[in-house]
């Protein structure tokens, strides 16, 4: 038999230390109180001196369930490093190494703070990272201890949390602005919405070059933004005429250059954007990037995407999704900052500057409502 005394504050503190050491058939023996600190006897505090003991077999039977995890996992690990494994598969390897470290976890303690269960219900709901929920709850336990949902204060707190996970900037734009990303995350749109801020808002000289030439609906769309903007565009077809044309707009303060969209999953387009970069050498390179996207895509996105090296990221369609994690997200992936998010289709009304305050507390009152909502329902 393993005996144990636990100095503590109170019973429920013994409890979870004993949960946690002895494990869950574990029994006390005794409880007594006792005094310490102080001088001479003044200024003594009084504790709980708790005794505990288990039997050793149920502690080797834990340790053998935990043992047993454990090799399940560097079992699937040996298995996929003898095959090519792609981002999306190690992001699923990663996911179960965090759930198993979850399930040890639980063995242990079944006395995980409600607040926390919440917060990472919330969190999941809006597609954080996984390891990013992890290390904001971790923050909230070593700055406040816990958090209250009922009290009016917690969508403060939570954005205070929120704000070093987000990572934002807004710098002067000029010279060669292109536009890298997927299909179907608005760059087009997006690209004008910014030329027609440039233009009307920050009265620049303002041109816009084309080479998505794949899509004739796309190079449509644009003409038709740019002459309703008196906006000159050109387009290339190939990276001699792009030369060509950037050369004609050097004396413009601003040339947004659409692209057209490719996937992250295949390689020789990606390879193609690369090298159209290279040519065109600009000085501003912003992925844009969906929100209605999953955080396994995105991660994958970022990562593909980073052989051009961009130096911002844009969130488009902010307003066809209910999860908002990405604004957590992108900075765990992708050492670019957030430039623009945007929130609808109207040119140019439908785009913010990205400011990481603002998108906090705009996270923080969605992370809260979610909670409250939810447990409405419970």
Same mark, same amino acid.
């Given at each position: 038999?393993?005996?144990?005394?636990?100095?503590?504050?109170?019973?429920?503190?013994?409890?979870?230390?004993?949960?946690?050491?002895?494990?869950?058939?574990?029994?006390? !023996?005794?409880?007594?109180?006792?005094?310490?600190?102080?001088?001479?006897?003044?200024?003594?505090?009084?504790?709980?001196?708790?005794?505990?003991?288990?039997?050793?077999?149920?502690?080797?039977?834990? $340790?053998?369930?935990?043992?047993?995890?454990?090799?399940? *996992?560097?079992?699937?690990?040996?298995?996929?490093?003898?095959? @090519?494994? =792609?981002?999306?598969? !190690?992001?699923?390897?990663?996911?179960?190494?965090?759930?198993?470290?979850?399930?040890?976890?639980?063995?242990?303690?079944?006395?995980?703070?409600?607040?926390?269960?919440?917060?990472?219900?919330? +969190?999941?709901?809006?597609?954080?990272?996984?390891?990013?929920?992890?290390?904001?709850?971790?923050?909230?336990?070593?700055?406040?201890?816990?958090?209250?949902?009922?009290?009016?204060?917690?969508?403060?707190?939570?954005?205070?949390?929120? *704000?070093?996970?987000?990572?934002?900037?807004?710098?002067? /734009? @000029?010279?060669?602005?292109?536009?890298?990303?997927?299909?179907?995350?608005?760059? @087009?749109?997006?690209?004008?919405?910014?030329?027609?801020?440039?233009?009307?808002?920050?009265?620049?000289?303002?041109?816009?070059?084309?080479?998505?030439?794949?899509?004739?609906?796309?190079?449509?769309? +644009?003409?038709?933004?740019?002459?309703?903007?008196?906006?000159?565009?050109?387009?290339?077809?190939?990276?001699?005429?792009?030369?060509?044309?950037?050369?004609?707009?050097?004396?413009?303060?601003?040339?947004?250059?659409?692209?057209?969209?490719?996937?992250?999953?295949?390689?020789?387009?990606?390879?193609?954007? $690369?090298?159209?970069?290279?040519?065109?050498?600009?000085? %501003?390179? %912003?992925?844009?990037?969906?929100?209605?996207?999953?955080?396994? &895509?995105?991660?994958?996105?970022?990562?593909?995407? =980073?052989?051009? =090296?961009?130096?911002?990221?844009?969130?488009?369609?902010?307003?066809? @999704?209910?999860?908002?994690?990405?604004? /957590?997200?992108?900075?765990?992936?992708?050492?670019?900052?957030?430039? %623009?998010?945007?929130?609808?289709?109207?040119?140019?009304? &439908?785009?913010?500057?990205?400011?990481?305050?603002?998108?906090?507390?705009? !996270?923080?009152?969605?992370?809260?409502?979610?909670?409250?909502?939810?447990?409405?329902?419970?």
């Amino acid at each position: 038999m393993i005996v144990k005394k636990y100095v503590v504050k109170d019973i429920k503190e013994a409890l979870e230390k004993i949960k946690i050491e002895l494990g869950k058939d574990a029994v006390i !023996l005794g409880t007594r109180k006792i005094k310490k600190g102080g001088f001479l006897g003044i200024g003594a505090k009084t504790f709980l001196e708790v005794t505990a003991a288990v039997e050793e077999k149920e502690v080797e039977k834990q $340790k053998q369930n935990e043992n047993k995890q454990i090799y399940q *996992l560097q079992e699937l690990l040996s298995k996929n490093s003898k095959t @090519t494994t =792609s981002s999306s598969e !190690l992001s699923e390897i990663k996911k179960m190494m965090y759930e198993l470290k979850t399930m040890v976890s639980s063995q242990k303690s079944d006395n995980e703070p409600e607040w926390s269960k919440d917060l990472r219900k919330s +969190l999941s709901f809006h597609d954080v990272n996984f390891e990013i929920i992890e290390k904001i709850i971790e923050y909230i336990k070593i700055k406040y201890g816990s958090i209250d949902f009922n009290d009016e204060n917690s969508r403060f707190v939570l954005s205070e949390v929120f *704000l070093p996970f987000i990572k934002t900037e807004v710098p002067d /734009l @000029t010279g060669k602005v292109m536009f890298v990303g997927p299909t179907g995350v608005g760059k @087009t749109t997006t690209l004008a919405k910014l030329a027609a801020k440039m233009s009307i808002n920050n009265h620049k000289k303002v041109g816009i070059l084309t080479l998505d030439t794949y899509r004739i609906a796309a190079t449509e769309q +644009l003409k038709t933004y740019a002459t309703l903007m008196d906006i000159p565009m050109r387009v290339a077809y190939t990276p001699k005429e792009a030369k060509i044309e950037l050369e004609a707009m050097a004396d413009f303060d601003l040339v947004f250059i659409d692209t057209a969209g490719r996937s992250q999953k295949n390689d020789l387009q990606m390879n193609e954007i $690369k090298a159209m970069s290279e040519i065109i050498n600009p000085d %501003f390179i %912003f992925l844009v990037v969906g929100m209605q996207y999953r955080s396994n &895509d995105v991660e994958l996105i970022t990562k593909k995407f =980073s052989s051009v =090296s961009p130096t911002h990221v844009i969130l488009t369609k902010m307003d066809e @999704t209910s999860s908002l994690g990405h604004f /957590l997200n992108i900075g765990h992936y992708i050492n670019s900052p957030i430039i %623009f998010v945007t929130n609808g289709q109207r040119v140019p009304d &439908d785009i913010m500057e990205a400011n990481n305050k603002e998108l906090s507390i705009i !996270l923080s009152r969605e992370v809260l409502n979610y909670v409250k909502s939810s447990k409405q329902f419970d």
